[in-house]
């Protein structure tokens, strides 16, 4: 399986940008299946629960995939044009539509203006507690990424007041500052703190943000962010 993984990310990594999420979810997780049909893939691998990514490019193979794993509940990076075919055998129980941005390699980027630190798993249940997406986060998910990603913390008078790590795929993620601290830049310096922490591993800097979530999306484009496509996360009924 090792192998076969590793000859995966080089194929992906021919069109990185496309699918960095899968490339980073395969990077950052045990895989525990891998289907492919003419040059089409479906590989599901576990974080918080089973998750499904698909590279592929047209329907017949699309339907071909899903024929072959027909047992799976959660989609991660799902392209607009897959939704209906993933979603027409069965219901939803939700779907997380969200722009994905990421980073030109030749954007500058400013340094930090103050000190930004590393979280520690000391601050999990309060970081779920402040979240606005607790219904997705457990505490083990939550320690597995501050214990195995970059992450960036603010603290004031040993208050955490302002932070930011990584989801299971590498996408810059859960990025808060506590309400009566914002307007002060600490979202920006955050930001700047993983992206510096990504490009000296040698990483593309990418996220995925709602988008009604204005705020996030222009900080990420004031950095120089770009966007590529929207994708989703599906959750089918049982």
Known sequence: MKEEINKLISKFKQDEISNISTIGFIENNPITEIIEINNSYLI?????????YIVCN??????????????????ASVEDWMIPIITEKRNTEWILSTMRYYLPENVEVPENKIEVIPLTTDH?????????????????????????SISAAIFKKDKLVAWGL??????????????????????????????HQNRKLGRISFAQIEEKNTKASNLAEQLGFVEDR?????????
């Open 230 to 238: 929207r994708v989703s996360w599906i959750k089918l009924k049982e």
């Open 44 to 52: 599901k691998g576990t974080s918080d629960v089973e998750w499904a």
């Open 166 to 195: 990584t989801h299971d795929d590498g996408a810059l993620g859960s990025l808060h500052v506590l309400d009566e601290y914002r307007k002060k830049g600490y979202g920006k310096e955050i930001l700047i703190s993983l992206i």
């Open 58 to 75: 047209n329907v017949s193979d699309l339907r071909a995939l899903l024929e072959k794993s027909s047992n799976n509940t959660y989609f």
């Open 124 to 148: 999990i249940g309060f970081i779920i507690s402040q979240s606005n997406y607790k219904q997705f986060l457990t505490p083990s998910f939550v320690e597995d990424r501050i214990s195995k």
